[in-house]
Nanobody, 127 residues
C-alpha cells in the first residue's frame, strides 16, 4: 500500500532541462519533510534538495543552486524537481523520499533521516 514513485528521468543533452515528479500514497505526508536525493554510479547517496511540509524552508546542494527548483503540491501528495542547465556531472539515479519524523522546522538533509523511498528514476546527461 505504501508507494513512493518517481518519474520523468531520461537522457538529455548538456544544457537541457528535465522535470522529475514524485507521487506518494499509502502513508501520510502532512507535516513531513520531503527530499530529492541522487546516487551516481559507485558513489554514496546525497541530498539534492529537501523541503519542509509548508515549503517555508528549502535546502539545495551547492552544485544545483540556481538551476534546480523543488516544489510540492501537498493536496495531491506530489513533488517536483525542475532541473535546468543540466551538466554531465549530475548524471545519477534520483530518489524521492519522506522523512521519518514529522514536525521539523527545517528540512533534514541526511539520508538516514528519511524512512520511505521510491525506486528511483535515472537521469543521464550527455556531453
Amino acid at each position: 500500500q505504501v508507494q513512493v514513485v518517481e518519474s520523468g528521468g531520461g537522457l538529455v543533452q548538456a544544457g537541457g532541462s528535465l522535470t522529475l515528479s514524485c507521487t506518494v500514497s499509502g502513508l501520510p505526508t502532512d507535516d513531513y519533510a520531503m527530499g530529492w536525493f541522487r546516487q551516481p554510479l559507485d558513489k554514496e547517496r546525497e541530498a539534492v534538495s529537501c523541503i519542509t511540509w509548508t515549503g517555508d524552508r528549502t535546502y539545495y546542494a551547492d552544485s544545483v543552486k540556481g538551476r534546480f527548483t523543488f516544489s510540492r503540491h501537498n493536496a495531491a501528495n506530489t513533488l517536483y524537481l525542475q532541473m535546468n542547465a543540466l551538466k554531465p556531472e549530475v548524471t545519477a539515479m534520483y530518489y524521492c523520499a519522506r522523512a521519518q519524523n514529522a514536525g521539523s522546522p527545517v528540512p533534514t538533509i541526511t539520508a538516514g533521516a528519511y524512512q520511505f523511498w521510491g525506486q528511483g528514476t535515472q537521469v543521464t546527461v550527455s556531453s
